[in-house]
């Protein structure tokens, strides 16, 4: 299949899946549909963050959700002190952001290796979540906003326009702005990877020292990279509170492997494979917790993505639905050929390679 | 003078702790430079092998010297089979693939078990300094630590196995200059260091309790231990457990236990920027 | 009167590497538009002085001026900025990238888009390899990858060019071709070869400075040095032999 054809293709697929998300959910009105369909947007943006920033950035962050979380808490306390929740929106962006730019001089400067970089990420995101998880006490109160230890914050304020903060948005509207939220930070990886800024983060992840030699400081852009990639994950965390609501769960191991999860059976060094692979991994739990019983038991999801993680990794060079697409071209390009032998006798040249 | 005996005490006990949870990835991550990331739940599985085995009726100390590090060693032979032998060489793969065990691990041993907190009171009692107390099977851990680490001294310094060990911890090609497969020595590490991780989750069962999802609030202090200490086995970890253990119970002291947590983190993370190798990749690098 | 400094100045330079001393206090001087090839047998220390001057080393002792201006202890990037250019010694490229993304990788770091398009597109026409713009990097043989990490490099015009045996893995016309290539360079920036192809040297070679366990052993015309009886001894007869 040829290039121009396959983002032909991928166009049409975006637009199609663009037209169900917002306009043939909406016309349903389908309120459970549309809750379930901000999460998946609000997950769908943290898989975006990871993809940029390994993909792209070639940066392992194992602790993704560290972003995700902090960016749903200071949402979460902002709004209920404020009020106005749009302002509490932008303070979350911004103070995930605060945290990967602290976070990123130091790992980034010391110069780190990649696997100490994962262990550092995961590390920070568990310590997160031990601390969350034990302010249950009075004493655990900021301003108005109790942190409510594992329970989190139950009264997580819903978003509102700006300027009338006494009147938060319904459910469909919630949707809506996270669906395009979505495709607000799917476009603005794309125009990241496209600047000069982002061509020079792809060749620091293929050749660190070439890139240097080159004048590049790779320490700067790749702090840059993860910085954009801790704000895409906290808009996904204020997104996230919106349709539930804020909890130390944010922050746990599953939720990062998770993620991980996500971005490998998408595919790494794409920015749509890992959205589609969220979409397909949170389909699947659902699926299981919905079999509840019938295969007994066996159908735990961390058994299930735990499996899938491993499988993907030691049979798989490319991610799971890169392969099976390329599969998938490949049996069409078999057919198509085999259609032409049929109609025309044998081909004078092979034209194409497979 | 009570309270600074039992503040000792409690640095020790948390210093041993530490080392403890940490012995098993550092046998890994020292020979093989990879990080188990299913480290937690051999942990996990080894505090559950004990309990349930004590709990059919096996002599306590059977359990946790005996039948825990075995049935973990077990364990961590099938992972290095089915996992770790086809990823040599891609570390990165390999965190990845270990990843997806401890998800598995933590599933199996939910539908194994359930989801809920199991125990057992620690054995020993308890000793009595002045108005303070501390339990003695912390002090024992404390010991077992000691012995441990002791012992892991002798074997890599005294023998045969231990200079093929030291081989491979330097260089990847030198142990098969000494005519060792080296994934005779992977594989045997891998087992090693599982077993370890075995016993020590089995020691430390009887004070946390276990739980499937325990190993997470092990790993990120077993991890920011391991790679503080840099790639040295027994000098990384004991250095690094003495410096972020004292600097955990200080803050544990003062604040409370979860920020003590945090204290040893934002430690680690300011060590590694003054010394990206770790302890010893600046300092003894020539130990063990 | 004062001299203007010379481009680049290397003085007392040491590098120790635990107990290994890899450059034991080495002096040299390059001047503006001269072509200095060095040479020496493996191990004497000639990369690692390579690294020095392009700062992926800090050197244990001793100066890095260039016009005049310390640059020893500079980070990497900074002192490719200030017009250094280095071809490392094996080729160092970006092998998931097109050869034409490649050079633009380079000239984007210095220059302002449009010129960056012209420059990287000259730079393909003066390697002649502008027909391999659209291939992946990762894909070509090692004398093609060789030329894409010299485009890398001229198409920065840097006022220094640090070449790391440039020739290795190279075919005979290739040769014959990058050795007329650096005499081009030569006319609007200063090179430092380090080469082993002896005929490749003499070629192109005006002054040679020879390495010998860390520090130069000789230094003159490329003639008066290799029939030096010393030069011979360590490098040359060891060459023939």
Not at chain 1, 109 to 124: E, N
Request: include cysteine; charge should be neutral; aromatic fraction near 8%.
């Amino acid at each position: 299949m040829t290039g121009s054809l396959r983002s032909a293709l991928g166009y049409v697929a975006v637009a199609a899946a663009a037209y169900y998300a917002l306009v043939v959910v909406p016309r349903d009105g389908d309120i459970a549909v549309m809750i379930n369909g901000s999460i998946y947007a609000g997950y769908a943006i943290l898989a975006l963050s990871l993809a940029l920033i390994w993909g792209f950035g070639g940066i392992l962050s194992f602790g993704q959700a560290s972003f995700f979380g902090l960016a749903g808490y200071v949402y979460a306390i902002a709004g209920i002190n404020l009020g106005d929740t749009a302002v509490a929106l932008f303070l979350a962006v911004a103070a995930s952001a605060a945290f990967a730019a602290i976070l990123g001089y130091f790992m980034f400067w010391g110069r780190l290796s990649d696997v100490y970089l994962g262990v550092i990420t995961l590390t920070v995101s568990l310590i997160l979540f031990r601390f969350f998880n034990q302010t249950a006490g009075e004493e655990w109160t900021i301003g108005a906003a109790p942190l409510g230890g594992f329970n989190g914050i139950p009264s997580t304020p819903i978003l509102t326009p700006i300027g009338h903060p006494d009147q938060p948005l319904s459910p469909e509207n919630i949707y809506i702005l996270s669906v395009m939220a979505l495709a607000f930070c799917y476009l603005l990886c794309r125009f990241v990877i496209a600047t000069r800024f982002g061509r020079a983060v792809v060749a620091i992840r293929e050749n660190p020292v070439r890139a240097e030699l080159l004048g590049y400081d790779t320490r700067l852009y790749k702090l840059g990279v993860f910085v954009i990639g801790g704000a895409i994950a906290g808009l996904g965390g204020v997104v996230f509170a919106n349709s539930v609501f804020v909890s130390p769960t944010m922050f746990n191991l599953q939720t990062n492997g998770q993620v991980i999860i996500w971005v490998i059976v998408g595919g790494l060094g794409t920015l749509a494979g890992p959205v589609l692979g969220c979409f397909a991994m949170l389909a699947l739990s659902t699926w299981l917790g919905s079999l509840n019983g019938v295969a007994s038991g066996w159908t735990d999801p961390n058994l299930v993505m735990g499996a899938v993680l491993t499988v993907c990794v030691v049979t798989l060079r490319q991610g799971l639905l890169p392969t099976v697409v390329a599969a998938g071209e490949r049996l069409i390009a078999t057919l198509l050929r085999r259609i032409r032998i049929q109609k025309f006798g044998q081909p004078h040249a092979v034209d194409e390679p497979l | 003078m009570d309270y600074a005996l039992i503040v000792l005490l409690q640095v020790i006990a948390t210093v041993a702790n530490l080392a403890m949870i940490s012995a098993g990835l550092a046998v890994i991550f020292g020979m093989m430079r990879i990080i188990n990331m299913a480290h937690g739940e051999f942990l996990m599985v080894g505090g559950y092998t004990a309990l349930v085995s004590h709990q059919a009726g096996l002599n306590l100390w059977v359990a946790i010297f005996l039948v825990a590090p075995i049935v973990v060693g077990l364990i961590g032979a099938v992972v290095e089979r089915l996992v770790i032998r086809r990823l040599y060489g891609r570390m990165i793969d390999t965190m990845l693939a270990t990843w997806g065990v401890s998800l598995a691990l933590v599933g199996l041993i939910t539908i194994a078990f359930g989801n809920t907190v199991a125990g057992i009171s620690p054995p020993l009692g308890s000793v009595e300094i002045g108005a303070y107390a501390i339990g003695c099977y912390e002090l024992f851990v404390g010991g077992v630590t000691a012995i441990l680490f002791l012992a892991g001294w002798l074997v890599l310094a005294r023998t045969q196995l231990g200079l093929i060990a030291r081989a491979a911890m330097q260089n990847r090609e030198m142990a098969a200059a000494l005519g060792v497969d080296p994934a005779k020595v992977y594989a045997t590490t891998f087992v090693l260091g599982a077993a370890i991780s075995g016993l020590a989750g089995a020691l430390i069962a009887p004070i946390t309790g276990v739980v499937p999802s325990i190993g997470a609030t092990y790993i990120a202090k077993a991890f920011i231990t391991v790679i503080s200490g840099g790639t040295s086995i027994l000098a990384g970890t004991l250095s690094a457990a003495g410096l972020l253990g004292a600097v955990n119970s200080m803050f544990s002291f003062l604040m409370t236990p979860v920020l003590g947590e945090v204290a040893l983190l934002a430690c680690a993370v300011v060590l590694l920027r003054l010394l990206p190798q770790g302890i010893t990749g600046r300092y003894f690098r020539r130990a063990l | 009167m004062s001299a203007t400094p010379p481009l680049l100045e290397a003085r007392g330079l040491v590098m120790r590497f635990g107990g290994v001393t890899a450059v034991g206090g080495v002096s040299m001087s390059i001047g503006e538009g001269e072509l200095r090839c060095l040479i020496g047998p493996n191990g004497a220390g000639k990369s690692t002085f390579f690294k020095m001057l392009s700062g992926q080393l800090l050197p244990t002792a001793g100066e890095v001026l260039l016009r005049g201006r310390s640059i020893a202890g500079l980070h990497a990037a900074s002192i490719a900025r200030l017009g250094v250019g280095v071809k490392t010694q094996t080729p160092s490229v970006f092998d998931g990238l097109s050869v034409l993304e490649s050079v633009r990788i380079a000239t984007n770091a210095i220059l302002p888009p449009n010129l960056a398009r012209r420059r990287a597109d000259e730079a393909l026409e003066r390697m002649q390899i502008g027909h391999l713009a659209k291939a992946v990097v990762g894909s070509l043989a090692h004398g093609q990858r060789q030329l894409v990490e010299l485009s890398m490099v001229v198409s920065q015009a840097p006022d220094l060019i640090l070449l790391d045996e440039p020739a290795a893995g190279m075919t005979g016309r290739e040769v014959e071709r990058l050795g007329d290539l650096i005499i081009d360079l030569v006319r609007t920036c200063s090179v430092i070869v380090v080469e082993h192809d002896m005929e490749f040297i003499r070629r192109i070679a005006r002054t040679v400075t020879v390495f010998n366990r860390g520090v130069v052993l000789a230094e003159g015309p490329a003639a008066e040095v290799m029939s030096d009886a010393r030069v011979r001894d360590v490098y040359l007869g060891k060459e023939a032999a």
